[in-house]
C-alpha cells in the first residue's frame, strides 16, 4: 500500500505555518486614508470556510509597486516571526479566515490599479486561485481592461461593496451560482 504525499492530500496544511502576526495589517488604523476590506469565503455549498488563506498584493498610493521589507521580521532571540514593523507599507498581507470564514484586511488604496490582487487557499483545492477585489469608487475602476472584457454578473463578483467612508465588502464564492472570478496565468 501507498501511502499518499501531500499534494495527493486534502489539507489544510498552511494554517500552521504561513500565518504571522498582523498578517492583514497591511497600515496602521491611524495611517491617513487607512482602509478596510473584509468578507467571508464560502464553499460550492455556501458554507463559510474556517480554515481558508488570503495572501493579498498591492501597489502602494502612490502607484509604486517595489514594496518595502518588513512583513516577515524574525524575533532575533526566539527565531520567531515578529510580524510588521507597524511603520513601512509592504504592499503584501496574508491572512486567515476565522472559523465563521470571515477575513479583514486593513490597508491603503492602491494607487495605478484599482484592485487588490488575492490568492486563495483553501481546503479540498490542490492548487490556489487568483482573482482581484475591486474596489468600485476607485478613479480607475472604470477604465480597467479586465473589468470592460466581462459580462455584468462576471464582473460584480470582483466588486467589492463599499459599506461606509473607509470600508469595503468582498465575499470570495469558491464554486456554485455566485463563484468568484478566478484568473489563470500562463
Same mark, same amino acid.
Given at each position: 500500500?501507498? @501511502?499518499?504525499?501531500?499534494?495527493?492530500?486534502?489539507?489544510?496544511?498552511?494554517?500552521?505555518?504561513?500565518? /504571522?502576526?498582523?498578517?492583514?495589517?497591511?497600515?496602521?488604523?491611524?495611517?491617513?486614508?487607512?482602509?478596510?476590506?473584509?468578507?467571508?469565503?464560502?464553499?460550492?455549498?455556501?458554507?463559510? %470556510?474556517?480554515?481558508? @488563506?488570503?495572501?493579498?498584493?498591492?501597489?502602494?498610493?502612490?502607484?509604486?509597486?517595489?514594496?518595502?521589507?518588513?512583513?516577515?521580521?524574525?524575533?532575533?532571540?526566539?527565531?520567531?516571526?515578529?510580524?510588521?514593523?507597524?511603520?513601512?507599507?509592504?504592499? /503584501?498581507?496574508? %491572512?486567515?479566515?476565522?472559523?465563521?470564514?470571515?477575513?479583514?484586511?486593513?490597508? @491603503?488604496?492602491?494607487?495605478?490599479?484599482?484592485?487588490?490582487?488575492?490568492? %486563495?487557499?483553501? $481546503?479540498?483545492?490542490?492548487?490556489? #486561485?487568483?482573482?482581484?477585489?475591486?474596489?468600485?469608487?476607485?478613479? @480607475?475602476?472604470?477604465?480597467?481592461? #479586465?473589468?470592460?472584457?466581462?459580462?455584468?454578473? $462576471?464582473?460584480?463578483?470582483?466588486?467589492? %461593496? $463599499?459599506?461606509?467612508?473607509?470600508?469595503?465588502?468582498?465575499?470570495?464564492? #469558491?464554486?456554485?451560482?455566485?463563484?468568484?472570478?478566478?484568473?489563470?496565468?500562463?
Amino acid at each position: 500500500m501507498t @501511502l499518499p504525499t501531500p499534494s495527493q492530500t486534502v489539507g489544510p496544511f498552511y494554517g500552521y505555518a504561513l500565518p /504571522f502576526p498582523d498578517g492583514g495589517n497591511l497600515a496602521t488604523a491611524a495611517a491617513p486614508g487607512a482602509i478596510t476590506v473584509h468578507g467571508t469565503v464560502h464553499d460550492g455549498a455556501g458554507q463559510p %470556510v474556517p480554515d481558508a @488563506l488570503l495572501e493579498v498584493w498591492q501597489p502602494a498610493p502612490d502607484g509604486s509597486r517595489a514594496g518595502r521589507p518588513g512583513s516577515m521580521r524574525r524575533d532575533q532571540v526566539t527565531g520567531g516571526f515578529l510580524g510588521r514593523n507597524g511603520i513601512d507599507f509592504t504592499g /503584501f498581507g496574508r %491572512v486567515a479566515t476565522d472559523h465563521d470564514g470571515h477575513y479583514t484586511l486593513r490597508t @491603503l488604496p492602491p494607487g495605478g490599479a484599482p484592485y487588490l490582487a488575492v490568492c %486563495v487557499f483553501a $481546503r479540498g483545492l490542490l492548487h490556489h #486561485l487568483y482573482t482581484r477585489a475591486y474596489l468600485t469608487d476607485h478613479p @480607475l475602476h472604470a477604465t480597467d481592461p #479586465l473589468l470592460a472584457a466581462l459580462v455584468a454578473q $462576471r464582473r460584480a463578483s470582483l466588486e467589492s %461593496v $463599499r459599506e461606509d467612508e473607509n470600508m469595503y465588502r468582498f465575499d470570495i464564492h #469558491l464554486q456554485g451560482e455566485k463563484e468568484t472570478t478566478f484568473l489563470a496565468f500562463d
